[in-house]
């Protein structure tokens, strides 16, 4: 069997999903064992044309040439994976969404010719994705396992719980019960391996929704410590505004 | 299970000792020998059970930890097994060296006895006995309940009567020891304690009298089953689904739970791994969810009430006891600040 | 110290593809031991290991009086049957088990037999099917009433000639037709067949397996026709990921499934706080 080849693209994103691809180094000669890289801009010199087994894409959709680029990735690729919050739910690009676009334009570029933005979208928004790698940035374990799942034929195991799961594992001190701080871990995706709260940094949603995540609730609290309804709002609209269950967040208080 | 304890009339030698403040610190160095302490200290503002590589660490000043001693027995990740590439089994080691879980509270004690039952009955879990078997309980009498603790109300605290190796009681100036086992029996014996004079027993209940003013909280169990099985569709239940976070955490850090979740991790030569075991929780959406898509418990006011019916209804024909002991962890951690004492008294209406 | 949870090795003796998404396999344990020890009861499962995959609950469909190759009729919906589906015979996989109760054959003094099933519920039943043909003088009228989606989709035709001819009244019938299949019985749901049955309640026992929301629609069916909760047995199926009552997924009160299970009495069911078998009367 050949090996399967791998495409990775970039969008509207910091390119730091796929610096963690890179950043398997430790294992990446053995991953380059199992699949091709074959189209992988930031790491390749030359890169062969499609079609592909598996595409990685990164990024939120912002831009109608992004459009075309997306549906050429999901005719050219057999599977087509969503890498990051961004190509989830849009992510931090996300964030402008809520402003007309001329004004947020205008507040980044001088000269507003040849700017066409559109509405940050996750890339389900145009196509139909196979699958989804939450975080920002992805998880490189769950990135491995969605490869050796891949490989196998089978689902991979993507923990759909909270971060509280994670947090009690590793037997955290709950950053918003003892601390007192806001912490969007009980309504937000685990996998992370509770990565900020293990390091005293409340978790940010980054992530987006856990499974049957009550983001309403954890709002009321949100406010009930003191928080202001426009806080709220920013806390649920920096990652995964665009998604329902964080927007009813948003919208609550 | 061979862990055997006796109350303390069945044994003849002189059970009571008095351990004073000073030689608390030599005797669990002496301990420290020939066991792996595993004793309460001290994490952020919280506490944790922690394996103490120096006495001074230990802090038995607490009055709960994050997550129970259950997580030295029955591990928060476990690994099963391993395969190899020609499909052969290679079993974890399950030998473990001697420890002693000192200053556990008489409801964790509880809790483990109830641990006991679910994983040594039918079907014995290997993995867990292994480290059951070398563990020994050195408990404390709770002299400071916490603002969530309740363990008075089921009779699980705050004094112990059976369950343990040995027991202390803070009695100010140093501790009343009791020995509740043979293997007790051993570890009192590196130590050239004295007997504790007959007034030890006085002041001990002294202490705990004091303690059993102190408790906040109160679960009823009068007819407690009876009350549930009444109260099944009830509009508390959906309040509480609106109100529940589904983060899990109150299952997480129960002291009862037994529930986990089997994955296998495979290596990227996609033929040897490790199949693996980690707490898993009524609480979540994927818990009851079957092959199809079916899920047997998809709205969160059924999950919020098989954890609580769990505990105080299922658990008596299962094994034959309650299901909570009371500790508060599942109060002390929920963001919501869900209150299993305050839906039983809601329930019955007070 | 026995460990529950380590599985044995098995190998994939044969393959019979039964339906697009449905395959029987054939197993023998690799150790001679474990193969000669190995008996089940009609009803009890087994936990299929695929060595890094994971590790599913299935229902043994063979004859328990041929136990050292036995069979597992499998509907590739999960990782671990859909993996299966792509081994070949030789391959080898994990088993453990028998875990459960079983059907109650020899516990009840069963006197007439009911098998109601629906599309892979017959898999748990064909080997109540196979004892009863065994033992077929201790029992009288026995009568399987049968539905699958489409007639490509009814498992085990084959037998069906052979359970007919010891006297087993076999009804069947399908949802749909697609076009171009030949079918000139019945199309309709299983409950539709209660109307031609001859099963009555008076010393019959109930053995039903299919989909929850059919088993609900047969229960109040049966109740309706006079057959009592005491009669009527039902397999569920729910979340395992031990087999032997400690990871706690199937739990349903304070019964476990694997366990306590499969098979229940309905009326056993009734006895729960929590509503199984959805919308059935109670």
């Given at each position: 069997m050949s090996k399967p080849r791998v495409a990775v693209y970039k969008m509207s994103s910091c390119a730091g999903c796929q610096l963690e691809i890179i950043n398997l180094e430790p294992i990446l000669l053995d991953l380059l064992g199992a699949v091709d890289l074959s189209y992988f801009v930031m790491a390749r010199r030359e890169n062969e044309p499609g079609p592909y087994d598996i595409g990685l894409v990164e990024g939120a959709i912002t831009c109608g040439e992004e459009i075309e680029r997306l549906k050429k990735a999901r005719q050219e690729c057999h599977l087509l994976v969503a890498l990051g919050s961004c190509a989830c739910y849009g992510g931090l690009p996300s964030i402008k969404n809520w402003q007309p676009q001329r004004v947020v334009e205008n507040r980044v570029y001088d000269n507003l010719a040849a700017i066409h933005s559109t509405t940050a979208y996750g890339i389900d928004y145009y196509v139909p994705v196979d699958a989804y790698l939450k975080g920002c940035p992805v998880s490189r374990e769950e990135l491995l396992d969605f490869i050796k799942s891949t490989l196998l034929g089978v689902r991979p195991y993507l923990r759909p719980h909270s971060v509280c799961v994670e947090c009690k594992l590793h037997e955290n001190v709950c950053l918003f019960v003892t601390e007192k701080a806001i912490c969007l871990g009980p309504v937000t995706t685990a996998g992370c391996g509770a990565l900020c709260p293990s390091r005293g940094k409340p978790c940010d949603g980054c992530r987006g929704p856990a499974n049957d995540a009550n983001a309403v609730s954890l709002a009321r609290t949100m406010a009930a410590y003191g928080l202001h309804s426009q806080d709220i709002v920013r806390y649920f609209r920096k990652?995964?505004?665009?998604t329902s269950e964080f927007s009813k967040g948003a919208e609550a208080v | 299970m061979s862990v055997a304890y006796a109350r303390q009339e069945e044994w003849s030698i002189p059970q009571l000792y008095h351990l004073p403040a000073a030689k608390l610190d030599p005797f669990l160095n002496k301990l420290k020998e020939n066991y792996t302490l595993i004793g309460p200290v001290v994490k952020g503002k919280e506490f944790v059970f922690a394996p103490l590589s120096d006495p001074g660490e230990l802090s038995l000043h607490y009055q709960t930890t994050l997550l129970p001693p259950k997580k030295v027995l029955h591990l928060p990740f476990e690994v099963l097994f391993s395969f190899h590439e020609d499909q052969q089994i290679i079993e974890t080691a399950q030998e473990q060296q001697q420890q002693i879980i000192f200053g556990i509270h008489p409801c964790d004690v509880h809790a483990i006895a109830i641990l006991d039952k679910a994983y040594t009955?039918?079907?014995?879990?290997p993995y867990y006995i292994a480290k059951r078997r070398n563990t020994l309980l050195v408990a404390l009498n709770c002299s400071e309940p916490g603002e969530n603790c309740f363990c008075q109300s089921l009779g699980?605290?705050?004094?112990?009567?059976?369950?343990?190796?040995l027991l202390l009681t803070d009695l100010g100036n140093g501790y009343l020891l009791e020995v509740g086992s043979p293997r007790g029996r051993e570890l009192v014996q590196v130590m050239d304690l004295a007997p504790a004079p007959r007034v030890a027993m006085v002041e001990k209940q002294k202490v705990l009298d004091n303690a059993r003013r102190k408790f906040q909280k109160k679960l009823n169990t009068q007819d407690l089953p009876g009350i549930l099985e009444e109260n099944f569709r009830q509009p508390i239940w959906e309040e509480l689904m609106h109100e529940c976070l589904a983060c899990g955490s109150c299952t997480m850090v129960c002291p009862t739970c037994f529930c986990y979740n089997v994955v296998d991790k495979i290596d990227l030569n996609l033929k040897s791994g490790k199949r693996q075991r980690e707490w898993d929780s009524c609480m979540l959406l994927e818990y009851a969810q079957v092959a199809l898509g079916h899920n047997f418990r998809k709205d969160r006011d059924a999950r919020v009430k098989q954890r609580i019916y769990h505990k105080l209804v299922y658990y008596e024909p299962q094994f034959g006891t309650l299901g909570c002991v009371g500790c508060g962890r599942c109060i002390h951690t929920c963001v919501k600040k869900i209150d299993i004492t305050d839906v039983i008294s809601r329930l019955r209406g007070e | 110290m026995f460990n529950p949870f380590k599985p044995e090795r098995a190998i994939i003796k044969d393959i019979i593809k039964e339906t697009t998404d449905t395959t029987t396999y054939t197993f023998s344990f690799l150790d001679e031991g474990v193969r000669r020890e190995f008996r089940f009861r009609p009803g009890q499962f087994n936990m299929l290991t695929i060595f890094g995959i994971g590790e599913a609950p299935i229902s043994i469909s063979s004859n328990p009086a041929e136990p050292e190759t036995f069979q597992h009729t499998v509907r590739h919906v999960g990782n671990v049957t859909k993996f299966l589906s792509k081994m070949q015979p030789g391959d080898i996989v994990g088993i453990r088990g028998p875990y459960g109760t079983g059907w109650p054959l020899d516990v009840l003094p069963i006197k007439n037999l009911l098998i109601i099933a629906g599309g892979i519920g017959l898999a748990p039943l064909r080997p109540v099917i196979h004892e009863v043909i065994d033992r077929r003088p201790e029992f009288g009228q026995v009568e399987v009433l049968y539905g699958a989606r489409t007639p490509a989709e009814l498992l085990y035709p084959a037998e069906y000639e052979a359970w007919r001819q010891a006297g087993i009244s076999l009804l069947l019938t399908v949802d749909a037709v697609p076009s171009g299949t030949a079918w000139e019985g019945q199309v309709g749901v299983v409950t539709d067949l209660f109307r031609q049955m001859s099963s009555r309640p008076g010393e019959t026992a109930v053995f039903t397996c299919g989909p929850e929301i059919m088993m609900s629609y047969v229960v109040k069916g049966l109740l309706a026709r006079g057959f009592k909760p005491e009669q009527i047995y039902v397999s569920l199926e729910r979340r395992m990921n031990c087999g032997v009552k400690k990871c706690g997924k199937c739990q349903i009160g304070p019964k476990f499934v694997c366990r306590d299970g499969p098979v229940f009495a309905y009326a056993e069911l009734l006895t729960l706080p929590e509503e199984v078998l959805g919308g059935a009367v109670r």
């Amino acid at each position: 069997m050949s090996k399967p080849r791998v495409a990775v693209y970039k969008m509207s994103s910091c390119a730091g999903c796929q610096l963690e691809i890179i950043n398997l180094e430790p294992i990446l000669l053995d991953l380059l064992g199992a699949v091709d890289l074959s189209y992988f801009v930031m790491a390749r010199r030359e890169n062969e044309p499609g079609p592909y087994d598996i595409g990685l894409v990164e990024g939120a959709i912002t831009c109608g040439e992004e459009i075309e680029r997306l549906k050429k990735a999901r005719q050219e690729c057999h599977l087509l994976v969503a890498l990051g919050s961004c190509a989830c739910y849009g992510g931090l690009p996300s964030i402008k969404n809520w402003q007309p676009q001329r004004v947020v334009e205008n507040r980044v570029y001088d000269n507003l010719a040849a700017i066409h933005s559109t509405t940050a979208y996750g890339i389900d928004y145009y196509v139909p994705v196979d699958a989804y790698l939450k975080g920002c940035p992805v998880s490189r374990e769950e990135l491995l396992d969605f490869i050796k799942s891949t490989l196998l034929g089978v689902r991979p195991y993507l923990r759909p719980h909270s971060v509280c799961v994670e947090c009690k594992l590793h037997e955290n001190v709950c950053l918003f019960v003892t601390e007192k701080a806001i912490c969007l871990g009980p309504v937000t995706t685990a996998g992370c391996g509770a990565l900020c709260p293990s390091r005293g940094k409340p978790c940010d949603g980054c992530r987006g929704p856990a499974n049957d995540a009550n983001a309403v609730s954890l709002a009321r609290t949100m406010a009930a410590y003191g928080l202001h309804s426009q806080d709220i709002v920013r806390y649920f609209r920096k990652f995964a505004g665009m998604t329902s269950e964080f927007s009813k967040g948003a919208e609550a208080v | 299970m061979s862990v055997a304890y006796a109350r303390q009339e069945e044994w003849s030698i002189p059970q009571l000792y008095h351990l004073p403040a000073a030689k608390l610190d030599p005797f669990l160095n002496k301990l420290k020998e020939n066991y792996t302490l595993i004793g309460p200290v001290v994490k952020g503002k919280e506490f944790v059970f922690a394996p103490l590589s120096d006495p001074g660490e230990l802090s038995l000043h607490y009055q709960t930890t994050l997550l129970p001693p259950k997580k030295v027995l029955h591990l928060p990740f476990e690994v099963l097994f391993s395969f190899h590439e020609d499909q052969q089994i290679i079993e974890t080691a399950q030998e473990q060296q001697q420890q002693i879980i000192f200053g556990i509270h008489p409801c964790d004690v509880h809790a483990i006895a109830i641990l006991d039952k679910a994983y040594t009955a039918e079907y014995p879990d290997p993995y867990y006995i292994a480290k059951r078997r070398n563990t020994l309980l050195v408990a404390l009498n709770c002299s400071e309940p916490g603002e969530n603790c309740f363990c008075q109300s089921l009779g699980t605290g705050p004094e112990l009567k059976d369950g343990y190796d040995l027991l202390l009681t803070d009695l100010g100036n140093g501790y009343l020891l009791e020995v509740g086992s043979p293997r007790g029996r051993e570890l009192v014996q590196v130590m050239d304690l004295a007997p504790a004079p007959r007034v030890a027993m006085v002041e001990k209940q002294k202490v705990l009298d004091n303690a059993r003013r102190k408790f906040q909280k109160k679960l009823n169990t009068q007819d407690l089953p009876g009350i549930l099985e009444e109260n099944f569709r009830q509009p508390i239940w959906e309040e509480l689904m609106h109100e529940c976070l589904a983060c899990g955490s109150c299952t997480m850090v129960c002291p009862t739970c037994f529930c986990y979740n089997v994955v296998d991790k495979i290596d990227l030569n996609l033929k040897s791994g490790k199949r693996q075991r980690e707490w898993d929780s009524c609480m979540l959406l994927e818990y009851a969810q079957v092959a199809l898509g079916h899920n047997f418990r998809k709205d969160r006011d059924a999950r919020v009430k098989q954890r609580i019916y769990h505990k105080l209804v299922y658990y008596e024909p299962q094994f034959g006891t309650l299901g909570c002991v009371g500790c508060g962890r599942c109060i002390h951690t929920c963001v919501k600040k869900i209150d299993i004492t305050d839906v039983i008294s809601r329930l019955r209406g007070e | 110290m026995f460990n529950p949870f380590k599985p044995e090795r098995a190998i994939i003796k044969d393959i019979i593809k039964e339906t697009t998404d449905t395959t029987t396999y054939t197993f023998s344990f690799l150790d001679e031991g474990v193969r000669r020890e190995f008996r089940f009861r009609p009803g009890q499962f087994n936990m299929l290991t695929i060595f890094g995959i994971g590790e599913a609950p299935i229902s043994i469909s063979s004859n328990p009086a041929e136990p050292e190759t036995f069979q597992h009729t499998v509907r590739h919906v999960g990782n671990v049957t859909k993996f299966l589906s792509k081994m070949q015979p030789g391959d080898i996989v994990g088993i453990r088990g028998p875990y459960g109760t079983g059907w109650p054959l020899d516990v009840l003094p069963i006197k007439n037999l009911l098998i109601i099933a629906g599309g892979i519920g017959l898999a748990p039943l064909r080997p109540v099917i196979h004892e009863v043909i065994d033992r077929r003088p201790e029992f009288g009228q026995v009568e399987v009433l049968y539905g699958a989606r489409t007639p490509a989709e009814l498992l085990y035709p084959a037998e069906y000639e052979a359970w007919r001819q010891a006297g087993i009244s076999l009804l069947l019938t399908v949802d749909a037709v697609p076009s171009g299949t030949a079918w000139e019985g019945q199309v309709g749901v299983v409950t539709d067949l209660f109307r031609q049955m001859s099963s009555r309640p008076g010393e019959t026992a109930v053995f039903t397996c299919g989909p929850e929301i059919m088993m609900s629609y047969v229960v109040k069916g049966l109740l309706a026709r006079g057959f009592k909760p005491e009669q009527i047995y039902v397999s569920l199926e729910r979340r395992m990921n031990c087999g032997v009552k400690k990871c706690g997924k199937c739990q349903i009160g304070p019964k476990f499934v694997c366990r306590d299970g499969p098979v229940f009495a309905y009326a056993e069911l009734l006895t729960l706080p929590e509503e199984v078998l959805g919308g059935a009367v109670r």
